[in-house]
């Protein structure tokens, strides 16, 4: 009998043990550029196809137009792997840097197809015409598409593409970007379903001292030296977004104490996700929303 009772007495411990897993469910998806990898970046169509992935998040770039209009594009330019001249003939990339958008009103960017041309880089994206969008249309396509399919609003993720010097050559200078953007998005969005990203640390600095409630995310080529980062910044993010690469175990433990949340970019491969993921980041950002799904409600 003491043997019996010895033997249930260590039933829980081994159920306990073969029953550990890692919960996914609290993830933070974001589609990168919309789906890059699947529809042309920064478009309507990615952003629509990332919320019928179910992305919690919609990570984008935007940039100024010469009528100061807010406009999604990476480049402040016409890239000329994606972009067609207004007569329709490719651009080479000798010539990219000239089609200059903060020169351009957004009527004359209308001219420009920035979707048919299939991307190099993802040889499985499906080409749909497209100029570049004003961030206040695809904050009104987003709310009536979710409102139509009953979906929950997805949370935004702007990038503001900033360079120091080349303040009025391809864009303006740091308070009138900034101000520009938090407009559109304070006035047209709610007020917790968005924050604001860079590279540029000038961005954030302007954006922390002028608008205080809105949420930041450090974005980084180079870590391993956050701490210094922080530093730089003179406070400390609500986001840290370095190169998938960067990331181990005791970023993500050392971030998390000091109630950081890290989500790294820009993961489309599944091994590099498992990992990620395994090691406690908060979320992934990805060109293929579908990645999701091989994780979601799967420990």
């Known amino acids: ?23 996914y469910e609290n993830i933070d998806w974001q589609g990168h550029r919309g789906a890059r990898g699947v529809y042309p ?18 990570e984008m770039d935007v940039v100024i137009t010469k009528d100061e209009e807010v406009v999604l594009s990476h480049e402040p330019f016409l890239n000329h792997k994606i972009c067609l001249d207004s007569a329709g003939n490719p651009i080479s990339e000798a010539e990219e840097k000239n089609w200059n958008i903060y020169q351009m009103t957004y009527n004359e960017l209308q001219k ?3 979707g048919s041309i299939p991307n190099p880089d993802f040889p499985h994206q499906k080409p749909v015409s497209s100029p570049k969008p004003l961030l206040y249309d695809i904050i009104k396509k987003t709310i009536a598409y979710c409102e139509k399919e009953g979906k929950e609003l997805p949370h935004m993720n702007v990038e503001i593409k900033y360079e120091d010097g080349m303040q009025n050559v391809y864009h303006p200078d740091i308070r009138k970007f900034n101000n520009l953007v938090f407009k559109v998005l304070f006035m047209e969005y709610p007020k917790d379903k968005w924050n604001i990203q860079s590279f540029d640390f000038d961005v954030l600095k302007h954006f922390h001292k002028t608008y205080p409630k809105v949420p930041l995310a450090a974005l980084v080529y180079e870590s391993g030296a956050w701490e210094k980062q922080f530093e730089e910044l003179g406070f400390i993010p609500e986001i840290y977004s370095p190169y998938h690469h960067l990331v181990d175990k005791k970023m993500v433990t050392a971030l998390h104490e000091k109630g950081v949340k890290i989500i790294p970019w820009t993961v489309n491969e599944e091994k590099d996700a498992s990992r990620l993921l395994k090691i406690g980041v908060d979320g992934i950002i990805t060109d293929y929303p579908d990645l999701a799904d091989k994780f979601r409600n799967n420990p």
């Open 112 to 114: 420009f197809d920035c």
């Open 1 to 23: 009998m003491k043997n019996v009772l010895i033997l249930l007495s260590l039933i829980p411990i081994f159920i306990s043990c073969t029953t550990e897993h890692t919960s």
């Open 41 to 58: 970046e920064n478009t309507w169509a990615a952003f629509q196809y990332a919320i019928d992935q179910n992305m919690t998040t919609l």
